[in-house]
């Protein structure tokens, strides 16, 4: 845990060390997404050799999309709610 909370204070220290420096933060950006997106085949990776999960599809998959349904309804009415009292032009 330690480790983590000093990543963390270092990625701070170095943000805010290059925060004027607009190609470094380009750079930073791309080997952001690059990240997210390898974490990400790797969950996909972890569930699709994960016998029990992959078997189950059929039962939870119904459930997931009706989740992430809401999910995405709600945070969409959310943003729409805070953009119209707090970012509307008046």
Do not use: C, E, P, W
């Not at 791309?30 to 039962?59: C, E, H, K, P």
């Amino acid at each position: 845990m330690v480790l983590v909370i000093a990543f963390l204070i270092g990625g701070i220290l170095t943000g805010y060390l290059i925060r004027n420096h607009r190609r470094l933060i380009v750079v930073a950006s791309r080997l952001t997404d690059g990240a997210i997106f390898l974490l990400l085949f790797f969950l996909g990776l972890s569930v699709g050799m994960n016998q029990q999960v992959v078997s189950s599809f059929s039962s939870i998959g119904l459930q997931s999309f009706f989740i992430t349904l809401l999910a995405v309804l709600g945070s969409v009415l959310v943003t729409f709610l805070f953009h119209h009292l707090f970012f509307r032009k008046r």
